[in-house]
T-cell receptor, first 111, second 113 residues
Framework: AQKVTQAQTEISVVEKEDVTLDCVYE???????LFWYKQPPSGELVFLIR??????QNEISGRYSWNFQKSTSSFNFTITASQVVDSAVYFC????????FGQGTILTVHP | DVKVTQSSRYLVKRTGEKVFLECVQD?????MFWYRQDPGLGLRLIYF???????EKGDIPEGYSVSREKKERFSLILESASTNQTSMYLC????????????FGSGTRLTVV
């Protein structure tokens, strides 16, 4: 069985602060994919990033960056210089066979 | 872009009613999924389908059934709605070769009273 844990239920920051969302996963698969999704108040999940288990390169996309460490089974997400528009629920997910989601982290960015 | 459309944004139903949640995708995807989202529990898979008339149970299928008569449409059925089925329901679709994970609809918030 696979499992994704997002230990932070809610995070509150002030605009321009950096914030890191943690994600730890468990799987017996040797090949798998990791994802981050953003769910704004509109409800629709928006794809942010996909990583396969063979690619441990960290990735940066604008203010977003992701740190994949296979040794610790972690796939953390950092937002640099947060903005109010970053306020949302963020989900980490793992796909071996099925897509399994973490519990989600509610991020609130205050002006 | 792939569009996944869920017919209702909000629904209120009475206990014991039979409830249909409809989901339509417009890109000929083979795979479709129904998730339920609850605070602190994330998204949990109810049912999925790899093709027309095919269905597989997910992690929490009890109290639900599904129907896939056409490739573009995947319906979730609550045979006899109960208050513990009050939740946000999200439909998703995916092509086997798709790189970007799943494409989700906007969700249906169901309240059972």
């Amino acid at each position: 069985a696979q499992k994704v844990t997002q230990a932070q239920t809610e995070i509150s920051v002030v605009e321009k602060e950096d914030v890191t969302l943690d994600c730890v996963y468990e799987t017996r698969d040797t090949t798998y994919y990791l994802f981050w999704y953003k769910q704004p108040p509109s409800g629709e999940l928006v794809f942010l990033i996909r990583r396969n288990s063979f690619d441990e390169q960290n990735e940066i996309s604008g203010r977003y960056s992701w740190n994949f460490q296979k040794s610790t089974s972690s796939f953390n997400f950092t937002i640099t210089a947060s903005q109010v528009v970053d306020s949302a629920v963020y989900f980490c997910a793992l796909r071996g066979g099925k897509l399994t989601f973490g519990q989600g982290t509610i991020l609130t960015v205050h002006p | 872009d792939v569009k996944v459309t869920q017919s209702s944004r909000y629904l209120v139903k009475r206990t014991g009613e039979k409830v249909f949640l409809e989901c339509v995708q417009d890109m000929d995807h083979e795979n479709m999924f129904w998730y339920r989202q609850d605070p602190g529990l994330g998204l949990r898979l109810i049912y999925f389908s790899y093709d027309v008339k095919m269905k597989e149970k997910g992690d929490i299928p009890e109290g639900y059934s599904v129907s896939r008569e056409k490739k573009e449409r995947f319906s979730l059925i609550l045979e006899s709605a109960s208050t513990n089925q009050t939740s946000m329901y999200l439909c998703a679709s995916k092509d086997p070769g798709q790189l970007y994970g799943y494409t989700f609809g906007s969700g249906t918030r169901l309240t059972v009273v």
